[in-house]
Structure formats: structure tokens, C-alpha cells
């Protein structure tokens, strides 16, 4: 089992930047592919970015390009999501999730592992 506690959302106003982390533990890899998804109120659950293993590799969503980057610290086994101008559009709850693969991935159903999820607010 992996556990993953995601941490760093909040309250922020239009354009801002805020980071999220997410720890694993357990029978975490530093060999596995990690991703973050988000769930606005009323809408399916979408897919934000992912990274490979090695943290060389990363693919966004088109909604989140050139304002997102997600990395990761093997030594910590925390993957980070650093979110820059931020749009009201960008409010949801935001979840990490783990695979047990070092290929990255879009599709949730990849994902065995899921964090609790943290909210991020952005007001206009």
C-alpha cells in the first residue's frame, strides 16, 4: 500500500502562484510515475500533469501548460505541483496519485493510489 498526503492549497486571489506537495509513504518507488488531477464543483474529476521516475519527463493538460510544473524529490518522495497565475477557473479540489509504473500517465485508471485531495480557491 501507498499512502499520499497532499498539502499547500488555499485562498488566493487571480494571478497568484501556490505550491502543492504530496508525500508518499509505504510501498512508495521512487521508480514510479506520479500525477495530479482536480475535480471542480459539478464536473468530473480531470487530469492536470504527470511526471516520470526520473522527474525528466512531464505532460500537461492544454489548461494548465506554461503555468503549471510539477516536480518531484526522490530523496523525499514528494512530488510537488507549482501553480502560477492563477485563473477562477483553476478552484478545485486537487489530488496526486501514484502509479505502480515508470511510464506517465493521463488516465486516472492508471492511478492505484490517490491522495485525500486539497482544495485550492482562486477568487477574481
Known amino acids: 500500500q501507498v499512502q499520499l498526503v497532499e498539502s499547500g492549497g488555499g485562498l488566493v486571489q487571480a494571478g497568484a502562484s501556490l505550491r502543492l506537495s504530496c508525500a508518499a509513504s509505504?510501498?512508495?518507488?521512487?521508480?514510479?510515475?506520479m500525477g495530479w488531477f482536480r475535480q471542480a464543483p459539478g464536473k468530473w474529476r480531470e487530469f492536470v500533469g504527470t511526471?516520470?521516475?526520473?522527474?525528466?519527463?512531464?505532460k500537461y493538460a492544454d489548461s494548465v501548460e506554461g503555468r503549471f510544473t510539477i516536480s518531484r524529490d526522490n530523496a523525499k518522495n514528494t512530488a510537488f505541483l507549482q501553480m502560477s497565475s492563477l485563473k477562477p477557473e483553476d478552484t478545485a479540489v486537487y489530488y496526486c496519485?501514484?502509479?505502480?509504473?515508470?511510464?506517465?500517465?493521463?488516465?486516472?485508471?492508471?492511478?492505484?493510489?490517490w491522495g485525500q485531495g486539497t482544495q485550492v480557491t482562486v477568487s477574481s
Open positions: 511526471i516520470d521516475w526520473s522527474g525528466r519527463f512531464t
Open positions: 496519485a501514484h502509479r505502480t509504473s515508470s511510464v506517465p500517465s493521463g488516465r486516472e485508471s492508471d492511478y492505484p493510489y
Open positions: 509505504g510501498r512508495t518507488s521512487r521508480n514510479y510515475a
